[in-house]
């Protein structure tokens, strides 16, 4: 019964014990057809990378990252002791790129905790209140999808002021509405099942049916959904830095560093190449995660397995 | 009788009545977002901390001057009652004076606008003509190399930043290689040479026959709109092979296949015909998308679109023109929506 | 990637010539034709009345004659008579008296009189638009323009309210506000009442060397030549400013011949495109300033030990020499070189202990500071660069990046603890800086003298303004020189200003570009003398 072998096999059981046993059960199952796709485990080894990074930023960044040198500004890939080059303050690359690591994961994070809970929120209400409920907040909804993105993010940034959590907020005030519309979609199915009318019989109240039954399903295809779309938020926080309108100096914000080393591209291409390809690993590895995640838990779409 | 003759002309009226609905229920939603799209535009135009006046007058202005711009603007009303006069010029078409531009709101939008039609429309089309083929490719030949390739085509897409690949492509395709224009529409030796009729460029000096404008036209924009076209190809290619293989593994499919038809029959006349429906709304959306202006291309190419026309107006506070740009995108973006809608109603048997 | 150029090139003929004949074949511009890259979104109108940006300015200084002028081909000589054939000066001091051409039209044929200079000054006067300041600072009110500004057969008379130098009033007419417009045709373009603001927003009523053809927003300015210019039709038929916003794309359409002249190329594009065959680099001092100011309605920084310790702690020699370098220069006096009374003397240096030893005086251990700058990259840089060294005396600043207009209307309203910015004079007399870094007469919140910049900072000048009011109405050069010497010394000890650089503009142009001139410190650039 100690051997890893029978672990295996109590998580593999066909006859699960308990709630929690089907549950860890599906979880591990879930988790060896997820192993079993290289590219998908491409993707999370980097994002596991990313995170011990984050995590270890001080003592692996070989400089300080603000440390500044005007004397030494823009030296080329390679040189010694800054391997990354330096940008136009003299400052290491590479140390930057791993402070800036954590601001990437900060934001991430952040939108994801906002974004699709806000979605999931307005999308269940809607959903399973119907009626007029639905007809106000889906109408909403559709303002916001109507909404040119970046213009919507741009105004609230320029309203409350530059800045990392307000660069968040703007985004995830963009990247709800499909959010909803999934959310909304998926509890118009679960709505009218056998299951949730059973709850009902039992007396269950509206919030704690959404909360507690309709929520726990909608959960899969919402992750899915955000995995893939994290590599759209990066880039639109890269997009704000870019505009000036992200992340505050002296903060290595990596989208803000390509817009600082935009202006050397001819001669020093990279200064803005560098936190470019740092963007493009982690936001491919979230694609691939995406794409993986997806073969998991929301099989109905039928991508590659 | 008398009952039985009711029945029959409900039952033919019925239809119709069912179509007006729909319709009134339609033009009602319409109205009732743009409506909405308008208030919020608004609200943000007025919540801005950007101070419009400051805007107007410029950094050296006495007080008097000031105050007088700020009464001229109507600044001093309530900001209900300014929304009002706002909304009933726009019901009449009237979007205001651009303060940055010095001009109607209006007549830049019709300056600005064609030419991110002309870059979005033909960047749909790269990502159509590519992307539909590779995701087809890619679903029929599930696991192959082309599978990978157009997979990591199209991840590609999604995870790279536009404005770092638009400056090394400009580096790269102008800069070096000199294959295509730099930035901007068109060169200096060919503005004004072709009358404007409806602002794109490439079809404004193809019903004038000017070739040689054509031809300078298309070099400069085929890059930007490349560009463009490969995000939407990675969007689309990728959209593509999952419906398809939904298709293949359909048993109509598998019955097509016993019957002894051939295998590009059963993909295109078969699987592809039922997909099309999907691909429109797919379609429709990476229009939508591109229309909205792609901000971040339209800066570095130095394309006069509406994209930067916005963003460059909010950061000036010109709120008019900001509020005419937006009302537009989002017009466009319900009325594409609608349209897609409507295919999907021809083409969708079920529908029907 | 020189070598990798020419490769590339050889490899990629065959192709670039099948593909695109029409891009290869137009290597260079026609040679009657000037094509400028400028960043041009800031331009939001063409009546001389009101516009106020360089490209405006620009653009009306090619389009419109003054009464007095700036000849671009001897800057240094100051104001010549233009429009105004000669002038004299009434005993009081107070009425200038012009004697006005009468051999020059304008654009659209009409002969230019007295009564267009009349009707161009008064027009300036009651649309009251942002540059007429620089009018009303002689006492001329919407109210009394009909009695100080009179025309007279072929003469003009100006009354200012009281006795000012000669010269300074004269300058003040060099400035965009001063273009003599077609009173005719500007009036016929008339919409309710707006003496046709509207119409010469987005079109030209002048008798310059250029008049507009058109003005697409964000996309191109496009000028024609006046063949009947009173100093001879110019060699450039047609001059056109595309809008250009990176620097990396104006220095690629250089180098590649597709433009003419790029005007806002960085230090690095600079630097690479000085290697290219066909590029010259053309540098011209200017007159605008970068400078920190500290905000006098924070306690510490009001201390005056802290205001000194700050002027020790920018690196001027560091940035000079690398991210400004060729383009800034370090100079530490509100007046640009050139100016009348200008002063060359720079007494601060980088100097950590002096400025610890300063804070240590005044008793400052440590603050927190907000630093607002707008976001331009040369000036997040200087705000990173004094972030870095204010940190070495245990100093924590902030930095706030916006737009330009967010950023200014913070400072205007005293809530920034330091500002980074540029300020660039609006004609050529000393009192255009002096009148705003060193004058402040009532430093009240009440007296919302936006336009000033010590009261936007708070600070009363401890005795400047009184300095610059005698300054201003003093009629000896040499007299008038020595007293703005006298005001810069203290003001360098004792204002909350650090000005810490003066603008180099440096443009790259075609080899064979001849004879542009931007306008050095004191005005705007000029076409017509312009070859090919």
């Keep these: 019964m100690n051997t890893p072998t029978s672990y295996r096999a109590w998580l593999l059981t066909d006859a699960p014990t308990s709630r929690n046993h089907a549950r860890l059960s599906s979880f591990y199952k879930g988790w060896l057809s997820f192993r079993s796709n290289p590219m998908a485990m491409f993707g999370l080894g980097i994002l596991i990378a990313l995170l011990l990074i984050a995590l270890f930023a001080p003592i692996l960044a ?9 004397s030494n500004r823009l030296q080329p890939l390679g040189t010694p002791g800054h391997i990354l080059g330096t940008d136009s303050l003299g400052r290491d690359i590479l140390s930057r790129l791993i402070e800036g690591t954590q601001i990437t994961l900060y934001i991430v994070t952040l939108v994801a905790l906002i974004a699709p809970v806000a979605g999931l929120l307005v999308g269940t209400v809607a959903g399973y209140a119907g009626g007029w409920v639905d007809v106000v907040l889906m109408r909403i909804t559709d303002i916001f999808l109507a909404f040119p993105r970046l213009v919507l993010a741009l105004a609230f940034v320029a309203a409350l002021g530059a800045g990392i959590e307000n660069a968040v907020l703007a985004i995830s005030l963009t990247a709800w509405p499909p959010y909803a519309r999934i959310a909304r979609a998926e509890t118009l199915t679960i709505r009218s099942s056998d299951y949730i009318a059973a709850i009902r019989l039992q007396g269950a109240g509206p919030f704690r049916i959404i909360i507690k039954h309709i929520w726990p399903l909608c959960i899969s295809s919402l992750i899915v959904r955000v995995t893939l779309d994290m590599a759209g938020i990066i880039l639109a926080a890269a997009g704000l830095g870019f505009l000036g309108l ?17 202006r050397f591209i001819l001669d020093h291409w990279w200064v803005a190449t560098m936190p470019g390809l740092a963007i493009f690993t982690v936001s491919l590895a979230f694609n691939l995660l995406g794409d993986g995640l997806r073969d998991v838990l929301d099989p109905k779409d039928g991508d590659s397995q | 009788m008398a009952v039985t003759d009711t029945n029959r002309e409900r039952r033919r009226r019925a239809p119709f009545a069912k179509w007006v609905k729909t319709t009134l229920l339609t033009l009602g939603s319409i109205a009732v977002t743009m409506l909405g799209l308008v208030f919020v535009t608004f609200i943000i135009g007025r919540v801005m901390p950007i101070d419009p006046v400051l805007s107007i007058v410029g950094e050296r202005a006495s007080q008097s001057t000031y105050d007088a711009v700020y009464l001229q603007l ?6 209900i009652v300014q929304f009002w006069y706002y909304l009933w010029d726009v019901i009449q078409g009237d979007f205001g004076m651009s303060l940055r531009t010095a001009r109607p709101v209006s007549d830049d939008i019709a300056r600005v606008f064609p030419a991110t039609l002309e870059l979005a429309t033909i960047g749909v089309f790269i990502g159509i003509f590519l992307g539909v083929p590779l995701g087809v490719i890619a679903a029929v030949r599930r696991g192959s190399w082309i599978d990978q390739i157009a997979r990591v085509v199209a991840l590609v897409g999604y995870s790279m930043p536009i404005f770092w690949l638009g400056l090394m492509g400009l580096l790269l395709f102008y ?6 224009s730099g930035p901007g529409r068109l060169g200096i030796f060919y503005e004004d040479i072709v009358p404007t009729r409806t602002g794109m460029i490439l079809i404004d000096s193809a019903i004038a026959g000017e070739w040689a404008v054509f031809r300078n036209a298309f070099s400069h924009i085929i890059l930007p709109a490349s560009l463009l076209g490969y995000y939407s190809l990675a969007y689309i290619s990728r959209m593509t092979r999952s419906f398809m293989l939904e298709q293949l593994s359909a048993e109509y499919i598998t019955t097509a296949r016993v019957k002894g038809m051939s295998e590009s029959a059963v993909i295109w006349r078969h699987a592809f015909k039922n997909i099309r429906v999907q691909l429109i709304t797919v379609i429709a959306l990476s229009y939508a998308n591109l229309l909205e202006g792609s901000v971040l291309t339209e800066i570095i190419f130095s394309w006069p679109g509406i994209g930067s026309y916005i963003t460059t107006s909010l950061l000036s506070a010109d709120m008019n023109a900001v509020l005419g740009g937006t009302v537009v995108v989002g017009l466009i973006f319900i009325l594409l ?6 295919l999907y109603r021809f083409f969708d048997p079920r529908s029907k | 990637m020189k070598t990798l150029n020419t490769l590339m090139k050889g490899a990629a003929l065959g192709l670039a010539l099948g593909l695109m004949a029409a891009p290869a074949t137009f290597a260079e511009t026609p040679s009657n034709m000037l094509v400028i890259a400028h960043r041009i979104d800031d331009l939001t109108s063409m009546d001389p009345a009101e516009s106020f940006e360089i490209q405006g300015s620009d653009a009306s200084r090619n389009m419109y004659m003054k009464l007095v002028n700036l000849d671009p081909t001897n800057l240094d000589g100051g104001y010549v008579a233009e429009l105004a054939e000669s002038w004299t000066v009434s005993e009081d001091g107070r009425t200038i008296t012009f004697t006005i051409r009468d051999d020059i039209n304008f654009h659209s044929g009409n002969p230019v009189r007295a009564e267009d200079a009349e009707f161009s000054l008064r027009r300036a006067i009651l649309l009251d638009k942002t540059p007429a300041f620089i009018l009303k600072q002689f006492g001329f009110t919407p109210e009394n323009v009909e009695q100080t500004i009179v025309a007279d057969g072929n003469t003009l008379s100006i009354t200012t309210d009281k006795r000012y130098a000669t010269s300074f009033v004269l300058n003040c007419l060099t400035a965009t506000i001063g273009g003599i417009v077609d009173k005719e045709l500007v009036m016929a373009n008339e919409v309710d009442g707006d003496m046709g603001n509207t119409w010469l927003r987005t079109n030209s009523a002048g008798s310059g060397a250029y008049r507009l053809v058109s003005w697409k927003p964000d996309e191109s300015l496009t000028l024609q030549s006046n063949p009947d210019f009173h100093l001879g039709a110019p060699a450039m038929e047609r001059v056109i400013v595309r809008h250009v916003i990176e620097s990396a794309s104006q220095r690629l359409l250089l180098e590649r011949g597709d433009i003419d002249v790029a005007r806002n190329l960085n230090p690095e594009d600079v630097a690479g495109a000085s290697n290219a065959d066909n590029v010259v680099i053309h540098d011209e001092l200017r007159g605008r300033l970068m400078y920190a100011a500290l905000n006098q309605k924070h306690p510490e920084l009001s201390k005056p030990q802290v205001r000194q310790a700050f002027k020790y ?13 060729g383009q800034y220069t370090t100079h530490q006096n509100f007046l640009p070189k050139t100016y009348l009374g200008a002063v060359d003397e720079n007494p601060f240096s980088l100097d950590i202990e002096k400025a610890k030893a300063l804070l240590a005086e005044a008793g400052v251990d440590g603050m927190e500071l907000e630093l607002g700058v707008r976001e331009a990259q040369e000036r997040i840089e200087i705000a990173q660069s004094l972030q870095n060294t204010a940190a070495q005396v245990g100093i924590k600043i902030n930095i706030t990046v916006g737009t330009s207009k967010q950023i200014l209307a913070r400072y205007r309203a005293r809530e920034l603890d330091i500002y980074v910015g540029a300020w660039g004079p609006d004609y050529p007399d000393p009192h255009t800086n002096a009148g705003t870094f060193a004058y402040n007469p009532d430093n009240s919140d009440e007296a919302n003298a936006t336009g000033l910049l010590a009261w936007r900072n708070g600070w009363d000048t401890g005795g400047l303004t009184e300095m610059v009011d005698a300054a201003v109405v003093e009629n000896d050069r040499e007299t008038r020189a020595q007293m703005y010497r006298d005001i810069q010394a203290q003001f360098r000890e004792t204002s909350p200003f650090i000005v810490m650089f003066q603008l180099t503009e440096q443009i790259g142009r075609q080899e064979n570009v001849q004879g542009l001139s931007l306008g050095g410190p004191i005005t705007n650039a000029a076409y017509w003398n312009v070859t090919k």
């Design chain 1, 246 to 262: 992200g992340a505050q100096p002296p903060s290595p914000e990596w989208g803000a560093m390509i817009s600082e080393g935009r």
């Design chain 3, 313 to 325: 702690l920018i690196d001027y020699e560091g940035m000079q020499n690398s991210f400004l370098k």
């Design chain 2, 175 to 180: 800069g070096i290689l000199g294959w295509v």
């Design chain 2, 74 to 79: 109507g600044l001093d009303k309530p900001l």
């Design chain 1, 62 to 70: 070989p400089h300080d990252w603000q440390a500044q040198d005007l």
């Design chain 2, 337 to 342: 929506n609608i349209f897609s809608d409507l």
